[in-house]
């Protein structure tokens, strides 16, 4: 006996024409009835028939003793999820129930993806990060600058890892010429927490780098669990050497990388920040070794512009310019004189004419030339202006203007003065 | 290594180039900074083009402040490493 089961029909399920539906109406009536039902759940499940698309995304199914659900989780999604997902891998996924007409199908569509127990472990690490926060061990102002050109960079981490290939891959490639000194450690497992923190205590104390980078290349939130332990948070705090941490992948977020004096998203990563600034460093020296040179140039410059007012020349010219004015004076003094000395002379010629010319006017024999004429008498070789004292037959001498006369007295005159 | 690191002589530098920028001081001293700041910057190209380099792993830890560390050559990248 089949049981019509009408009391419990779905209110909304009545076909349109009141005797069949057709299958789209059905299956649109499924989809709606499904996805409203389950718009958030979380499934845990174990991984079966793992396959990721060619367009990036992944398509699985979650599987226990008894069912199978369909999921898919798309590529914009998948950086979110934290481990390389395979068949038999426990897994907790979190998303929406989706119906696909076409293929009359429901599946999961994951908007998370993580391995079952990690909820606990997240929980976990979300404590010790508060409580070491609360420390102060990640506050910002601990946080030191590193070495801007290191000449020696110590890697803790596996020497077969990932990690120490990126780096010293890295460096190569960029000349960088930094020694690197490999500080052995396990990067997981039991007891790599106490390891890594060791290998960072012997670094700083031995000094064995100017900057520490503590590492590893990616692997599951487990694998990378060392790194977030307190033991090696705490190392790293206390490391006198500043220290970048590069754990696992850009998504990758470990209490290392929040310790750390520089968080690098890889090891690769690391290696560039430690050889970065090389360029800039030789453009930097250039430049200071330009202005060294330009400093002292143009001191220099400034010296011999000051010198050359000593030069043989200028010291020539400015003994010229000295002497200058004393040398005219010289040539004024000299001509003065000689101009004086024949004015001297010329005004003594005249003088001396002016007196000559004087001189020949009181010559008696000027005189003469009028027709006077000079009476000497001879007895007494006087020059006679007076009678008196002449006796007749006196000689006289009688000087003419041109010849003379010899006359004797005949008689004299007594008489008054003309 | 050098005595004083990369960045004390870099500073160093900077100071130099700086006192001679001024150019206060007497020409003697003016000449003694730069051949020293000159010295400087070119140990410091040195160092920035230096390419060589070595890649040493830890193999012994001293045990004692006395002793040195043990350093061994690291086995260089195997060909296939290589980019």
């Known amino acids: 006996m089949m049981e019509r089961p009408e009391d419990r029909r779905n209110p909304r399920a009545a076909p349109a024409d009141g005797k069949h539906f057709t299958v789209s109406e059905i299956t649109e009536l499924i989809k709606a009835t499904l996805e409203e039902s389950f718009p958030w759940i979380t499934v845990q499940g174990e991984i079966s028939n793992f396959r990721p698309s060619s367009s990036g995304h992944w398509y699985f199914s979650l599987k226990d003793v008894n069912a199978v659900l369909s999921a898919v989780m798309f590529h914009s999604r998948l950086e979110t999820v934290k481990f390389t997902p395979g068949d038999g891998m426990l897994v907790t996924a979190s998303g929406s129930i989706s119906v696909y007409q076409r293929r009359g199908s429901y599946q999961l569509i994951c908007e998370s993806l993580i391995r079952a127990g990690q909820g606990d472990i997240l929980a976990m690490l979300e404590e010790r990060k508060r409580s070491l926060a609360a420390e102060g061990l990640f506050d910002a102002a601990r946080k030191r600058p590193l070495p801007v050109f290191p000449s020696r960079v110590a890697v803790v981490t596996s020497p077969t890892g990932a990690a120490i290939r990126d780096i010293l891959r890295v460096l190569r490639r960029r000349n960088a010429g930094i020694d690197v000194v490999i500080v052995p450690t396990p990067v997981q497992g039991e007891g790599a927490d106490e390891r890594i923190a060791h290998a960072i205590e012997t670094t700083a104390r031995w000094r064995l780098g100017e900057v520490i980078i503590v590492g590893r290349g990616g692997g599951s939130l487990e694998d990378l669990l060392p790194f977030s332990s307190e033991a090696v948070v705490r190392a790293i705090a206390a490391s006198p050497v500043p220290v970048i941490s590069a754990v696992g992948h850009e998504t990758d977020v470990t209490l290392s990388d929040l310790a750390a004096d520089v968080r690098a998203p890889t090891p690769s990563a690391a290696a560039e920040i430690v050889a970065a600034s090389r360029s800039e460093l030789l453009a930097q020296v250039a430049g200071l070794k330009a202005s060294l040179e330009g400093s002292l140039q143009s001191r220099l410059d400034m010296i011999r512009v000051l010198l050359g007012q000593f030069s043989r020349e200028n010291l020539e010219r400015n003994v010229r310019l000295f002497l200058q004015p004393t040398l005219q004076r010289l040539d004024d003094a000299t001509e003065a004189l000689r101009r004086g000395f024949s004015e001297i002379l010329s005004d003594a010629r005249h003088r001396f004419e002016l007196a000559a010319r004087e001189l020949s006017s009181y010559s008696p024999l000027a005189v003469l030339e009028r027709g006077y004429a000079v009476v000497t008498h001879e007895p007494t070789r006087r020059v006679l202006v007076s009678a008196d004292g002449v006796h007749p037959r006196d000689r006289l001498d009688i000087r003419l203007a041109r010849g003379g006369l010899r006359a004797s007295v005949e008689e004299m005159h007594a008489g008054e003065k003309l | ?83």
Request: no cysteine.
């Open chain 2, 1 to 83: 290594m050098p005595a004083k690191s990369f960045e004390d002589r870099l500073e160093r530098l900077e100071k130099l180039a700086e006192k001679l920028r001024e150019g206060k001081i007497p020409l003697e001293e003016a000449v003694t900074l730069f051949e020293e700041g000159m010295k400087l910057a070119r140990s410091l190209e040195k160092d920035l083009s230096r390419v060589e380099r070595k890649v040493e792993i830890l193999t012994r830890e001293p045990e004692s402040n006395g002793e040195e560390p043990g350093l061994e050559l690291f086995p260089e990248l195997s060909e296939e490493d290589k980019e």
